[in-house]
């Protein structure tokens, strides 16, 4: 394995030695000088760390607070301190100034970070800056500047190399980074390193590294293996592959799983799902992880592989307890199956949390009806996370509905079983008593945002 890595960071090459590839690419920065990248929250929530990283899935915003050092090898990466060329200020530094965005400075290279990554990614308006911050409150002149910058220049300086390299492995003492570029390769790893993590983004390894210092001494990165990155349209539905990122996953799945789309758009911020990936998000098993009951709604499949072969299973049978799974050890999530409907459905999602997009869900929910001519309802799944150990279908109101006139009496009776149905947990996001009133009021809030819907 090489014994340094190679980056460019603001156009000029580095070769970095000593240094742990489990260090945080922000902790690099700031020891090396680039002390303009700012620590705020180390868990991806504020944004004070942006930067614009160029890889495998072209120029994106990234925290660099989650984002392990080789998970870098060969990007070009580019901090606040690098726009400025011969003097004169980048268009968005330009922009926030003009606007009078920045108060007390802290947040204001995360800002300018993330609207200079939107210059490449095409993203316009407000929402480029959903996962920034401000303490001040100056939220009115920032969303001005926002809209202000426009495409890059046709001789835009700061991404000017050919195309990177593909990553590389990196290894420092007893720990190892490990970039394959095939499936098997990450399969053959995995069994000869039998406690070594997989990650494709890292965005939870970055969190658990951070608040509670959790190394794993070899890392196994996924993201430059292809066959997990497809995305096929069968007869049967779409296949997603595992280490599709949620930002490729909004691009590329044009309309063909509406629920999960919506949910998307408020899951976590963009720096997050730029990074983060569907299989990563099911497999850390977290009872409020957002996809989980949209993909549980969707009656959806996952595919399990190994060096032994593959396995399919229903999502509603993957998880087995408090952030436990069925996924052996040496098996990846390979890909996840939505099937197609036989016929058009009712359906719905909903994220209640203290923030929108960016904050863990109190309590997700997402359902999914048939219903026959005369309004019968013919199958149901309603699946919820945030009220149990896992995420959970309500098993036995779906049966209760099944048979039944969609009317206001039976959504009213279906919501007072589904209040009793969980057992919560208080935390600081919700009390249990809450959390059950959301379970039921959010299936009546279903039933009336689509009883028009039924009776056209």
Not at 112 to 132: H, I, T
Not at 234 to 243: I, S, Y
Not at 244 to 255: D, F, I, K, N, P
Request: glycine share 10%; hydrophobic share 40%; proline share 5%.
């Amino acid at each position: 394995m090489a014994q340094s890595l190679r980056v460019w960071i603001n156009g000029s090459e580095e070769r970095i030695s000593g240094v742990a590839p489990t260090t945080m690419l922000l902790d690099y920065l700031r020891a090396s000088g680039r002390v303009g990248t700012k620590e705020g929250c180390a868990e991806g929530d504020c944004g004070a760390c942006t930067v614009a990283v160029r890889g495998e899935r072209g120029v994106q915003a990234v925290n660099s607070c989650i984002v392990p050092l080789g998970a870098v090898s060969n990007y070009e990466i580019v901090t606040a301190e690098g726009l400025v060329r011969n003097g004169v200020l980048h268009p968005v530094q330009e922009a926030l100034a003009r606007a009078g965005g920045s108060q007390c400075g802290y947040c204001t290279p995360g800002f300018v970070m993330s609207l200079f990554a939107a210059q490449y990614s095409g993203e316009r308006g407000d929402g480029v800056l959903e996962g920034n911050l401000c303490r001040c409150t100056g939220y009115l002149p920032i969303r001005e500047a926002a809209r202000s910058p426009s495409a890059p220049a046709a001789d835009d300086p700061y991404f000017t190399s050919t195309q990177p390299a593909e990553a590389a492995d990196y290894s420092v003492g007893d720990e190892h980074f490990f970039s394959p570029r095939s499936l098997k390769g990450a399969l053959e790893l995995l069994s000869l390193h039998p406690g070594a993590k997989p990650i494709a983004g890292g965005t939870d390894v970055g969190v658990e590294l951070n608040k509670v210092g959790r190394r794993n001494a070899v890392l196994v990165s996924l993201a430059g293996v292809p066959e997990l990155r497809r995305l096929t349209e069968t007869a049967a539905g779409l296949e997603l592959g595992g280490a599709l990122t949620l930002s490729e996953l909004e691009a590329r799945l044009g309309g063909r799983v509406p629920l999960l789309e919506t949910m998307l758009r408020s899951f976590a911020a963009r720096q997050i799902r730029n990074r983060a990936t569907l299989a990563g998000n099911l497999a850390t098993a977290s009872p409020v992880g957002d996809l989980a009951p949209v993909l549980l709604a969707c009656g959806a499949r996952v595919k399990l592989v190994s060096l032994g072969g593959e396995r399919t299973v229903a999502l509603s049978d993957f998880f087995t307890g408090y952030r436990t799974t069925v996924q052996r050890p040496g098996e990846l999530i390979a890909s996840v199956t939505v099937p197609k409907p036989d016929a058009p459905r009712l359906e719905a999602v909903y994220k209640v949390g203290k923030r929108g997009a960016d904050d863990i869900s109190t309590v997700a929910a997402a359902f999914s009806l048939e219903l026959k001519a005369d309004k019968i309802v013919t199958s149901a799944r309603l699946a919820y996370g945030g009220v149990a150990a896992t995420p959970v279908r309500a098993l036995e109101v779906e049966q209760f509905l099944i048979g039944r006139p969609w009317t206001e009496r039976t959504a009213a009776e279906a919501a007072g079983r589904l209040r009793g149905l969980f057992t919560p947990l208080s935390d600081l996001r919700g009390s249990a008593e809450y959390r059950r009133a959301l379970v039921g009021n959010l299936f009546e809030k279903f039933f009336y945002e689509h009883s028009a819907e039924v009776a056209a």
